[in-house]
């Protein structure tokens, strides 16, 4: 039996006065049109591309804001174009702290890459620690209508016992872990890399797409307001001293503004290494080679070392199956490239809001079916190709040889960097480019989908 939500902690317009000429669809036994899974970026992206559009969203949350999330903090342009699309005001008079470009260092090669100027997407990146950005985003989410219940765990997915569709979820609620359920015509999983939803409806991830693991630690640091996001193509592995390895990955320095500089790495599962490598040893030796005055030692340390799994290349699917869409890290959305996840947790969650509003408005069953399998298509069709590029490039980088050979000849080159810059960030315009944007297009236009 559906139990009312216990919390309903709704801020902002009502979801009536949101809806406008828009009815609600849900039916008086549901709790909203939509369930989001989940408040991070994915979450609170689908929720307010969905209370835009009139819809009732419940969005449940385990955690209390504002609350940590182990991650780099840092944003491209692709981000920020997706919290410009949601109507977040990106400027610096409003307190971000731009980037313009990145700077790569290894194989004795420091070099700046300024971000590309293009159509598609704004000339600068942000930093902005999770703990704050995540709250700004679920604020943001609740001020476009849509209602928040937090210290809400979703447990699994409530099927039809007929249909096999899902048609709400059950919760534990609060400190005394109650027992709730929610329905909903649609239901959104934004849970990240747990997947717990997903898994509750067997739908296991792939393991022949590239995982990623990273760790991260703040450090107080004279370089907090360096406006490069700085990464370290060599990293390695000196457990075994007769043979170091290098590391399929990279290191990473940003500056976040606030007297700290968030310091991480990131290795794919594509190298041997994967699993057997102690990576905070190796976050150790990689700081302890940088220069003392920079500040990334132990005493200077903010916090503890965090790490997360980093699902990339989609490596979860179908995005979208009776009634239950992925979206971000729980669809596998991490860029096999570079281990970004943000921009594309908020572009696959536009995506999924186009097609949730277009289905709920569509009078019979087998038409809003018709507009829910436009999802995986579309995803496909914007990131399908430069995905499958991308876990081809990360099998090849997780072979010690051939990364040995890219980073000793291809760092020095400043005109490939452009391009390796260009194509491992994402960023080039599919249409109208200059020539390197119509390689990389052409490429991933022969790619077939991952
Ligand atoms: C060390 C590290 C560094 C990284 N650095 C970067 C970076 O610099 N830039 C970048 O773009 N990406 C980075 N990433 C990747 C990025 O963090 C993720 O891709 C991104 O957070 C995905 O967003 P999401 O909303 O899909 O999932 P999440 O951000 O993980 O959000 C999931 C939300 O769901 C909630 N939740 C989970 N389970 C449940 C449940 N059962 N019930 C209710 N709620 C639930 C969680 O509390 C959380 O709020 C990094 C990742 C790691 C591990």
């Given at each position: 039996m559906t139990q009312q939500p216990h919390s309903?902690?709704?801020?902002?317009?009502?979801?009536?006065?949101?809806?406008?000429?828009?009815?609600?669809?849900?039916?008086?036994?549901?709790?909203?049109?939509?369930?989001?899974?989940?408040?991070?970026?994915?979450?609170?992206?689908?929720?307010?591309?969905?209370?835009?559009?009139?819809?009732?969203?419940?969005?449940?949350?385990?955690?209390?804001?504002?609350?940590?999330?182990?991650?780099?903090?840092?944003?491209?342009?692709r981000g920020v174009k997706e919290l410009i699309d949601l109507g977040v005001d990106t400027r610096e008079e409003a307190g971000w702290l731009h980037n313009r470009g990145l700077r790569v260092v290894g194989g004795g090669v420091r070099m700046e890459l300024a971000w590309?100027?293009?159509?598609?997407?704004?000339?600068?990146?942000?930093?902005?620690?999770?703990q704050d950005f995540d709250d700004m985003l679920a604020r943001h989410a609740q001020a476009a209508g849509a209602r928040l219940n937090q210290a809400t765990t979703v447990v699994s997915a409530i099927t039809d016992d007929r249909t096999g569709r899902v048609v709400g979820v059950r919760a534990k609620v609060g400190r005394e872990r109650t027992e709730v359920s929610y329905r909903a015509p649609l239901t959104i999983a934004c849970d990240g890399v747990s997947a717990r939803l997903a898994l509750s409806v067997g739908l296991e991830k792939r393991d022949d797409r590239p995982m990623g693991v990273a760790v991260r630690r703040y450090y107080t640091s004279p370089r907090t307001t360096d406006d490069y996001l700085e990464s370290h193509l060599e990293l390695w592995d000196r457990s075994d001293p007769a043979n170091p390895r290098l590391l399929p990955g990279y290191?990473?320095?940003?500056?976040?503004?606030?007297?700290?500089?968030?310091?991480?790495l990131g290795i794919l599962s594509t190298s041997k290494a994967y699993g057997r490598t102690d990576y905070r040893a190796l976050m150790r030796s990689w700081l302890?080679?940088?220069?003392?005055?920079?500040g990334f030692r132990e005493d200077n340390a903010v916090g503890k070392v965090g790490g997360a799994a980093l699902p990339m290349g989609f490596n979860r699917v179908p995005h979208y199956r009776d009634g239950l869409l992925l979206v971000g890290d729980a669809g596998g959305m991490v860029n096999p490239f570079n281990g970004e996840g943000i921009a594309y947790a908020m572009q696959s969650a536009k995506l999924a809001a186009d097609c949730v509003v277009h289905a709920l408005s569509r009078p019979t069953?087998?038409?809003?079916?018709?507009?829910?399998?436009?999802?995986?298509v579309a995803l496909r069709q914007q990131l399908g190709g430069y995905y499958r590029l991308g876990n081809i490039f990360s099998k090849l980088i997780g072979n010690p040889v051939i990364m040995r050979t890219a980073t000793k000849y291809g760092l020095p080159i400043e005109?490939?960097?452009?391009?390796?810059?260009?194509?491992?960030?994402?960023?080039?315009?599919?249409?109208?480019g200059d020539a390197f944007d119509r390689m990389i297009s052409a490429a991933v236009r022969m790619s077939p989908s991952a």
């Open positions: 309903r902690e709704t801020t902002g317009p009502t979801a009536e006065a949101a809806a406008g000429a828009v009815p609600l669809r849900r039916r008086p036994e549901e709790d909203a049109d939509v369930i989001v899974v989940g408040a991070g970026p994915a979450g609170s992206a689908v929720a307010t591309h969905l209370a835009r559009a009139g819809l009732d969203v419940l969005m449940l949350e385990k955690s209390t804001f504002p609350r940590e999330k182990v991650c780099g903090d840092g944003l491209t342009p590309p100027e293009l159509a598609s997407y704004p000339p600068y990146g942000v930093v902005r620690p999770r290191g990473w320095l940003f500056g976040m503004g606030d007297g700290t500089v968030n310091a991480g302890d080679g940088t220069p003392e005055e920079w069953p087998a038409s809003r079916e018709h507009a829910l399998s436009r999802y995986p005109t490939l960097m452009r391009l390796v810059l260009k194509l491992l960030a994402g960023l080039y315009d599919p249409k109208d």
